[in-house]
Structure formats: C-alpha cells, structure tokens
C-alpha cells in the first residue's frame, strides 16, 4: 500500500521550530481537512539558545504567506528595521576603516554592472557603496527604509529585520497555534522510535506519550536528536575555515529611550574576533564572537567590555559555544534537520534564520506526496542545502581572507590560503581581472548571496581588478545615467524617509496600511 505523507512532527520549538511549522503549515492549509497535520513538541524544561537577533529580507515573504501582520510583528517582537551591515575595522584596523554591506542592489544592476566602472573612474573618491545604492548614506542619516504611509512589507529601500529572537519565537507559537492549526504538545522527549527499515515512528515523551507522524523535523538545537543521535548522520566540522567558536552577549539598555537606533549591524573587528551591535527599540544586543585558540575568554571580555565602555559596566554576560559545522546529509530517510539540528556558523552575515527560512520553505514546497518518493525528495533537498552551505561558507570566509590586518595571529591565520575554500580561491582568482557579476556560478535559484554582495565586501575592503583597456565603451552611457539615477535617488530618500525610532513609534501606535 501506498504510504501517504498527512502529519509532521516537528520536535523542538524557538526559532526553527516554529517557524518551519508556519511555512508548512500555512502552504499546506487546503489539506487540513482531508487529514494532513502539524504538530510541533516541544520541551517545557529547555530553554531557547535565543541568540539571532539578525535576519535577511526573505523573513518579509515569509512572514507575509503566513499571514503574519507586520504591524503586530514590530508590536510584539522588540522589532527594527535592518538595512544591511557596517563593517568597521576589519581590512586595516585603522579608526576610520569601514564600509557597508547594503541590501539593495547596485543602481540599474540588472542592466549593467558598476564595479568596473567604478574601479575605473578618474579620481574616484566616492565609496562603491556610494557609488551605486543609496543605503549606506540612509544608514549614515539614521533613516528607516520607508514612510508610515507605505504597505505591511513593501519597501522603498529593500529591508530585513532586528528583533528579539525569545518574543519571535512566542509570536511565531502563538500565530500557528491559532491561525494556522498548528498542535503543540508540551513534552520531553525520552526516546525516539525506529520501525525496522530504520525510519522514525514517532518520539515517545514523558508527559504525553508517544507521538507519531509520517515526517520528522529535528529542531532540537545542537543536539541534534533526531537527525544526528537517532539516524547517526555525521557532523562535518568546519573550524579549520572559520575560527570563531564562542560568543559572549549582553544586552545594553539605552540612556535615553529617545536614543537613535541604527538601522543595520555594526560590526567591528577585534584582536580575535568581532563585535556585532545591534538596535532594537528597547535595549542594544551586543556580542564578541571569537576564537579561543587565539584569545581567552578574560581577553575577550575585556575586548567586549572595552567596547561599551560606561553603558557596559557591571552588564550580565552569557556565553555561547559555536560548533561550526553542519551534518553531512540533512533529510535522512523520514526525518530532516533543521536550524542547530543541522548546523550552525558564526552570525557574522546573519545566516542562521535565513537558513531556517530556505529549508522550511523547500520542505512545504517539496512535500513528498507518499514514503514511496520521500529518498528522491531527500536527495534534492540535500543537495540543494550543502549548495546554500558552502556558499554561506565561502562569503563568511571573504572577510576574513580579504583583510590587511597582519597585528594578530588570528588574522595573520585568516589570510593562510590554506584555510580557503577552493572555491573560493578560484572565485578569487578569477575577480583580479573581471568583477564579480551575476554569471560568476551564481546560478542557483535563491543565492543566499548574490554578485552584488561579493562586490560589496570585495571593494569595501580596498581589493581592485584590473580593467582591460576599451572593455567598457559600449556601456558608458548606460553607467553614466545609472550613476545619475543613483545621485538622484539618494537626495530624494534622504529628504523624504522618516528617522527610524520615529517611524517604529508610528507603526506601533498607529499600524501600517493593509495591501
């Protein structure tokens, strides 16, 4: 008999598990009443690592199908807008070293690619940033991406969120549970059931017995339960590329709760690591994320602390331990990992929410009608996901490969060609003579980062490409009046978009206009 696929069991809440239950059970709700089912267990004695506060701007879409109300969104989950990220010091240390990682695309990008234009303008004193997008002097001014008059999830400057990760998990819980149908069943799960084919039957819990299902989702977090324990697929550990495995994090409240809040990521470099800081409207989330083969966590903290300086005095400090890495398959017979179950990498790019998204969203879209096809589903989401993984690892690894800093061991270390994806040296390579754009094997539907990024990074961090003579006359008037159309655009988004504390204070009070 045929074995049809009607209820998913998602072990684990937080973040991942919520929502992935969301994505699916918001695609699959036409199937509710013929019996298809969502039901998510969740441990009422582990708390949440709660950790990404940083998401990208596909958490619009998806917050959009499942029929999540942005204004109620900013409302409950401590949310800010994010418009991409500032990296300071990391290509020579300097004071003033410093560019953006923006979320728009370059002007016209889809038309003609800026970069070598830039990189051969007479005199160029202009930041490619600058040069190209509009975002970073947004940034600069402290504006929001739009006005209280545009659309829940329409922008006039492409954006993602902030937000407190503890409230966007009980956000998420509280839409499925009530708007999407979603069971939650409160328990701890003690063991894990295999038939004799080696799938999983169904969890057995403490408080509510055995739950069974077609289709398991491990969201248990590093453990790993279902997919790494109970199907004993392997972890592939990744510190030999990146360093970075411990983070310490406090929250910092504001003197003023009138203070500005930045609308993207600082990130700044440190002997050994970085510090992310991030705005939401309550309180600033603020982390070290090191390596501890190259400093202890004493010296880290000090970094950190030095770092806040008087707004950091006698803050509570959390320490998180970061495996990076990822398991070498992650939908393994009937069970699929998601989140921590499958992996983690530093928060250096934001990746770890945007990961959760792309997964769930190719689980709901990909649903295996029946067991009898769920191995050939498996294998395409498979190979699907280690694409999304190496690429987040190449692009995690261009900022460290690409700095001037030669003042520690863990940047001198980072520079080791080495400790390079091959990839990525190929890429490399090939960048010293044309600039990246959109053919550079980024090819897959839904780059997690697209040329237009690699540009950002690359050219923020000072690296040049050699131009061949003429190569560009057939384009010139096209960049010109792309570079027109930039300065343009800047002056009017500069003049029209509301400072950012301003526009979240209205969205709160007053909500967002319904599509």
């Not at 699916?24 to 009422?44: C, D, K, M, N, W």
Request: with cysteine; net charge negative; charged share 25%.
């Amino acid at each position: 008999m045929v074995q049809p696929v009607q209820n998913i069991v998602i072990v684990g809440g937080g973040t991942a598990g919520w929502l992935t239950a969301g994505v699916i059970a918001a695609r699959h709700q036409g199937r509710r009443p013929y019996g298809f089912t969502v039901t998510l267990v969740e441990s009422p004695n582990v708390p949440i690592i709660g950790v990404g506060e940083g998401t990208w701007p596909t958490l619009r879409t998806t917050l959009r199908k499942m029929g999540v109300s942005e204004t109620a969104f900013f409302r409950e989950c401590d949310a800010s807008f994010k418009q991409g990220a500032r990296f300071n010091r990391w290509t020579t240390g300097a004071a003033d070293d410093g560019y953006y990682h923006p979320l728009m695309l370059p002007q016209s990008f889809a038309q003609v690619n800026l970069a070598p234009h830039w990189l051969t303008a007479e005199g160029e004193q202009v930041s490619f940033c600058d040069a190209v997008t509009p975002q970073g002097r947004i940034c600069d001014a402290g504006l929001a991406p739009k006005t209280i008059a545009t659309p829940e999830y329409e922008a006039i400057a492409n954006y993602a969120y902030h937000l407190d990760s503890g409230k966007f998990a009980d956000f998420l819980r509280r839409h499925c549970c009530e708007q999407l149908g979603v069971r939650h069943v409160l328990a701890d799960v003690e063991e894990v059931l295999l038939t004799e084919s080696g799938d999983i039957h169904a969890v057995r819990t403490a408080q509510a017995g055995e739950v069974t299902g077609d289709l398991f989702v491990d969201c248990t977090g590093f453990r790993s339960l279902l997919l790494g324990e109970a199907m004993g697929v392997p972890f592939k550990p990744l510190n030999d590329v990146l360093f970075c495995d411990t983070a310490l994090a406090i929250q910092v409240p504001y003197d003023d709760p009138e203070a500005p809040i930045a609308s993207h990521t600082i990130s700044t470099a440190q002997s050994s690591g970085w510090i992310w800081d991030i705005g939401l409207p309550t309180r600033r989330g603020v982390g070290h994320v090191f390596s501890s083969s190259h400093i202890d966590r004493d010296g880290a903290e000090r970094e950190l602390r030095a770092y806040l300086g008087e707004a950091g005095r006698d803050l509570p400090v959390r320490e998180l331990k970061i495996r990076a890495g990822h398991r070498t398959r992650f939908w393994e017979r009937n069970c699929v990992g998601v989140g921590l179950a499958a992996g983690f990498l530093e928060p250096l790019e934001a990746s770890a929410i945007v990961l959760i998204e792309l997964s769930a969203k190719l689980i709901a879209e990909q649903m295996p009608a029946c067991r009898e096809v769920m191995d050939t589903v498996a294998k395409r989401f498979n190979d699907t996901t280690l694409y999304r993984w190496g690429r987040i690892v190449d692009f995690l690894k261009l900022h460290y490969s690409l700095t001037q800093r030669t003042d520690s061991d863990f940047w001198r270390d980072n520079r080791r060609p080495e400790t390079m994806p091959d990839r990525l040296q190929e890429l490399m390579e090939l960048w010293r003579y044309q600039a990246p754009w959109m053919h550079d094997e980024f090819d897959r539907v839904e780059e997690v980062f697209p040329s237009a990024s690699y540009q950002y990074v690359l050219y923020g961090m000072g690296q040049s490409t050699d131009i061949a003579p003429g190569s560009l006359i057939a384009e010139t008037i096209v960049a010109q009046r792309a570079r027109r159309e930039n300065d343009v655009q800047t002056g009017r988004l500069l003049a029209g978009l509301p400072k950012h504390r301003d526009l979240i204070r209205k969205i709160v009070e007053r909500g967002l206009p319904t599509i």
